[in-house]
């Protein structure tokens, strides 16, 4: 029986029981309901089209008229609300409002709402012209946005008064020599029967000119040109028609394009004497068009022949490094002392230690002049005079030169249905930084398998050197046989452009989706990068630097098999010379280089009315309603909003709550002076 100190087993019992509870890491939670105003932005377009002045004083100027007299008015009364402007990006609350927007981004703008407020409006107010020109769908925005979207149309949907370069159709590559075609379609309305000069122009000068007799109905006329580039490198153009009077703007009468131009051919001169190789190579270049080659054969003791084209002329050895610099690469074909006298073989390693061009060394080097010994990759060492199989490295198989197919597997079967070739010297290894391409696997060296094909780095330059006399065999053995014989074809491409390629290109290749931009567009940057092997390596940490007044540095993503990707916000108008970067750790292992032209042309006047039908179905599909600006005083009170109740949910760990413990000690407390004075402490 407990009697009078019962309060002393209630204390105690309950001080126990909660360090008990207290052990099982109880959780206490809570469910509030929280009430908010509702929230409506009013998402106002402020790119350049907004400045057409189709509705006094100007569509942003009347959009924000309305915005004072009839929107925040009626919408404050049942809506929190807050101006938010938009071209490309976002800005809540802005000091300042001028159509100066180089882009308009509807979708995106849509699609960034909630982002930039921190919550989901209820709805949104869009006043526009809908002239949206980049980014994504806005009906898929709006849609995916989840809210109801108001439009309000500013502007005039009928036609105007204009004449506007539509589209500029042309090649983006071209070379040197090349009539470049240039396709320009041209749209009018109101000018019916008037006759106007469309002119293509270069750096300000006047190429070409075409009178054309306008249509007047929005029917696009096409006027013909041709361009050409005489000089490699990103030529900039600009297509021009000429304004009339009485035109809504003049923004739109004028449009760049770009040609990269290349250069005409890669030239090719061979050195040697009359054989079956200088003829098979002879008929396999023709058949590629980007590759010219000459032949200079030696006849007898002096006689020379040269052939070019399937011309014939007497020939002389050059003597001079301008008679070589017109060439891109020299083929020397077993090469002897009185054929390449020593004042030549100088000229050809300055030719590539110097000017950064290319060798390739055929058939028999043992007897080359001792001037040429230091372009071998291979150090070579008496006589083998034995048919060999050529069997391609690893990296062989994958490297520009030596593949065969893109496929690595389909390469190295085609390598293993070559026949063999005789190979008259013994390599017995390789030189310092040389790399062997393929092997002859039944000749052993001090190194491993001798090579067969090899290649090295020769100052700015490269050299390339291929062990037989007999690679004619290639092509014309296959052929017997009923096979395809392009592999040799494609083996002497493959050479000759990766002789004439930039040491730095090598490894990491750069370009841009584009050669030209316009001001607001987003710049990417496609990179391929490829380790030593020349296999696709992802591995890399590729960058992108671009001189502008704030210099940018661009990190590239690694997409898989050896590209990159990334992406420059908008670049100021001008041409820019962009420098590329891989790095593996804090080692450069690669460099690589490219132009491109951002100019300055807005796509805002590509269209100048009012998209009525865009605004009233981005409207209708997500529950809102369209109104033209003139009826804009309806929108507050056709809203229909309800007040937003968030939960909150709030959760209490009572293991470490304060107010558990110190309830703990006030009952343990409470005990012991209970006990004290019962005297039973």
Same mark, same amino acid.
């Not at 002497?492 to 002789?499: A, G, Q, Y």
């Given at each position: 029986?407990?009697?009078?100190?019962?309060?002393?087993?209630?204390?105690?019992?309950?001080?126990?029981?909660?360090?008990?509870?207290?052990?099982?890491?109880?959780?206490?939670?809570?469910?509030?309901?929280?009430?908010?105003?509702?929230?409506?932005?009013?998402?106002?377009?402020?790119?350049?089209?907004?400045?057409?002045?189709?509705?006094?004083?100007?569509?942003?100027?009347?959009?924000?008229?309305?915005?004072?007299?009839?929107?925040?008015?009626?919408?404050?009364?049942?809506?929190?609300?807050?101006?938010?402007?938009?071209?490309?990006?976002?800005?809540?609350?802005?000091?300042?409002?001028?159509?100066?927007?180089?882009?308009?981004?509807?979708?995106?703008?849509?699609?960034?709402?909630?982002?930039?407020?921190?919550?989901?409006?209820?709805?949104?107010?869009?006043?526009?012209?809908?002239?949206?020109?980049?980014?994504?769908?806005?009906?898929?925005?709006?849609?995916?946005?989840?809210?109801?979207?108001?439009?309000?149309?500013?502007?005039?949907?009928?036609?105007?008064?204009?004449?506007?370069?539509?589209?500029?159709?042309?090649?983006?590559?071209?070379?040197?020599?090349?009539?470049?075609?240039?396709?320009?379609?041209?749209?009018?309305?109101?000018?019916?029967?008037?006759?106007?000069?469309?002119?293509?122009?270069?750096?300000?000068?006047?190429?070409?000119?075409?009178?054309?007799?306008?249509?007047?109905?929005?029917?696009?006329?096409?006027?013909?040109?041709?361009?050409?580039?005489?000089?490699?490198?990103?030529?900039?153009?600009?297509?021009?028609?000429?304004?009339?009077?009485?035109?809504?703007?003049?923004?739109?009468?004028?449009?760049?394009?770009?040609?990269?131009?290349?250069?005409?051919?890669?030239?090719?001169?061979?050195?040697?004497?009359?054989?079956?190789?200088?003829?098979?190579?002879?008929?396999?270049?023709?058949?590629?068009?980007?590759?010219?080659?000459?032949?200079?054969?030696?006849?007898?003791?002096?006689?020379?022949?040269?052939?070019?084209?399937?011309?014939?002329?007497?020939?002389?050895?050059?003597?001079?490094?301008?008679?070589?610099?017109?060439?891109?690469?020299?083929?020397?074909?077993?090469?002897?002392?009185?054929?390449?006298?020593?004042?030549?073989?100088?000229?050809?390693?300055?030719?590539?230690?110097?000017?950064?061009?290319?060798?390739?060394?055929?058939?028999?080097?043992?007897?080359?002049?001792?001037?040429?010994?230091?372009?071998?990759?291979?150090?070579?060492?008496?006589?083998?005079?034995?048919?060999?199989?050529?069997?391609?490295?690893?990296?062989?198989?994958?490297?520009?030169?030596?593949?065969?197919?893109?496929?690595?597997?389909?390469?190295?079967?085609?390598?293993?249905?070559?026949?063999?070739?005789?190979?008259?010297?013994?390599?017995?290894?390789?030189?310092?930084?040389?790399?062997?391409?393929?092997?002859?696997?039944?000749?052993?060296?001090?190194?491993?398998?001798?090579?067969?094909?090899?290649?090295?780095?020769?100052?700015?330059?490269?050299?390339?050197?291929?062990?037989?006399?007999?690679?004619?065999?290639?092509?014309? =053995?296959?052929? %017997?046989?009923?096979? @395809?014989?392009?592999?040799? +074809?494609? $083996?002497?491409?493959? *050479?000759?452009?990766?002789? /004439?390629?930039?040491?730095?290109?090598?490894?990491?290749?750069?370009?841009?989706?584009?050669?030209?931009?316009?001001?607001?567009?987003?710049?990417?940057?496609?990179?391929?990068?490829?380790?030593?092997?020349?296999?696709?390596?992802?591995?890399?940490?590729?960058?992108?630097?671009?001189?502008?007044?704030?210099?940018?540095?661009?990190?590239?993503?690694?997409?898989?098999?050896?590209?990159?990707?990334?992406?420059?916000?908008?670049?100021?108008?001008?041409?820019?010379?962009?420098?590329?970067?891989?790095?593996?750790?804090?080692?450069?292992?690669?460099?690589?280089?490219?132009?491109?032209?951002?100019?300055?042309?807005?796509?805002?006047?590509?269209?100048?009315?009012?998209?009525?039908?865009?605004?009233?179905?981005?409207?209708? =599909?997500?529950? %809102?309603?369209?109104? @033209?600006?003139?009826?804009? +005083?309806? $929108?507050?009170?056709? *809203?229909?909003?309800?007040? /937003?109740?968030?939960?909150?949910?709030?959760?209490?760990?009572?293991?470490?709550?304060?107010?558990?413990?110190?309830?703990?000690?006030?009952?343990?407390?409470?005990?012991?002076?209970?006990?004290?004075?019962?005297?039973?402490?």
């Amino acid at each position: 029986m407990i009697g009078s100190d019962w309060p002393l087993a209630v204390l105690r019992g309950v001080g126990l029981s909660l360090l008990l509870l207290a052990l099982f890491e109880p959780f206490v939670g809570l469910v509030l309901d929280a009430r908010q105003k509702p929230l409506i932005p009013l998402l106002i377009d402020t790119s350049g089209s907004m400045s057409v002045d189709d509705v006094p004083p100007n569509r942003l100027g009347a959009a924000l008229a309305a915005v004072d007299r009839e929107l925040l008015a009626g919408l404050k009364e049942k809506a929190e609300t807050v101006l938010i402007s938009f071209s490309d990006l976002l800005t809540v609350a802005p000091e300042s409002l001028h159509p100066s927007g180089t882009v308009t981004d509807v979708g995106g703008a849509i699609g960034d709402v909630s982002r930039a407020l921190g919550r989901a409006p209820s709805a949104l107010v869009l006043l526009s012209d809908g002239n949206s020109n980049v980014g994504e769908n806005p009906i898929d925005a709006a849609l995916e946005a989840g809210f109801p979207v108001y439009t309000v149309g500013v502007g005039d949907p009928r036609p105007k008064r204009d004449v506007l370069v539509k589209v500029v159709r042309t090649n983006e590559i071209a070379y040197t020599g090349d009539r470049v075609p240039v396709e320009v379609d041209i749209e009018s309305e109101g000018f019916g029967g008037v006759k106007t000069v469309v002119s293509v122009h270069e750096k300000g000068i006047l190429l070409e000119e075409r009178e054309v007799t306008l249509s007047g109905t929005r029917q696009e006329q096409s006027a013909s040109f041709e361009v050409n580039p005489t000089t490699p490198g990103l030529h900039t153009y600009r297509v021009v028609v000429d304004s009339l009077e009485g035109e809504m703007t003049g923004e739109n009468n004028a449009i760049p394009f770009a040609v990269r131009v290349l250069k005409s051919k890669i030239k090719v001169l061979l050195l040697g004497r009359p054989s079956w190789d200088a003829k098979f190579l002879m008929r396999a270049i023709s058949l590629d068009e980007n590759v010219a080659m000459s032949q200079l054969l030696t006849l007898g003791s002096s006689e020379r022949v040269l052939i070019e084209e399937d011309k014939e002329s007497e020939g002389r050895l050059p003597s001079s490094a301008a008679e070589l610099a017109q060439f891109d690469v020299i083929v020397i074909h077993s090469p002897r002392a009185e054929q390449i006298p020593e004042a030549l073989a100088e000229l050809v390693s300055d030719f590539v230690s110097s000017d950064g061009k290319g060798v390739l060394f055929m058939g028999n080097i043992a007897d080359a002049p001792s001037g040429l010994e230091p372009l071998l990759p291979v150090i070579v060492s008496g006589k083998l005079e034995k048919q060999a199989k050529f069997e391609p490295t690893p990296g062989g198989l994958s490297h520009p030169t030596t593949s065969l197919d893109d496929d690595i597997y389909r390469s190295e079967v085609i390598w293993k249905g070559l026949p063999p070739v005789r190979v008259e010297d013994r390599a017995i290894g390789l030189k310092k930084g040389a790399t062997s391409m393929a092997v002859d696997p039944a000749t052993k060296t001090a190194q491993g398998p001798m090579p067969t094909i090899a290649i090295q780095r020769f100052g700015r330059g490269k050299t390339m050197c291929i062990l037989s006399n007999e690679t004619w065999k290639w092509s014309f =053995m296959p052929v %017997g046989l009923g096979k @395809p014989n392009d592999a040799y +074809s494609r $083996l002497f491409s493959n *050479v000759f452009r990766w002789l /004439v390629a930039r040491q730095e290109m090598d490894r990491l290749r750069v370009r841009t989706d584009k050669n030209m931009y316009t001001s607001g567009e987003k710049v990417t940057f496609l990179a391929e990068f490829y380790d030593e092997n020349y296999r696709p390596d992802d591995r890399a940490d590729v960058r992108v630097n671009v001189p502008a007044a704030e210099p940018l540095e661009i990190p590239l993503a690694a997409m898989g098999h050896g590209r990159y990707e990334g992406t420059a916000e908008a670049l100021p108008p001008g041409d820019f010379t962009y420098r590329a970067f891989a790095y593996q750790g804090e080692k450069k292992v690669a460099e690589a280089r490219g132009e491109l032209v951002v100019e300055d042309l807005t796509l805002e006047f590509m269209e100048t009315r009012m998209q009525e039908d865009e605004l009233r179905t981005i409207a209708e =599909m997500t529950g %809102g309603k369209y109104y @033209p600006l003139s009826d804009v +005083s309806g $929108l507050p009170g056709e *809203v229909s909003l309800e007040t /937003v109740v968030e939960k909150k949910r709030l959760e209490f760990d009572l293991k470490t709550s304060p107010p558990l413990f110190l309830v703990v000690i006030v009952l343990f407390a409470a005990e012991w002076v209970w006990r004290k004075r019962r005297g039973l402490a």
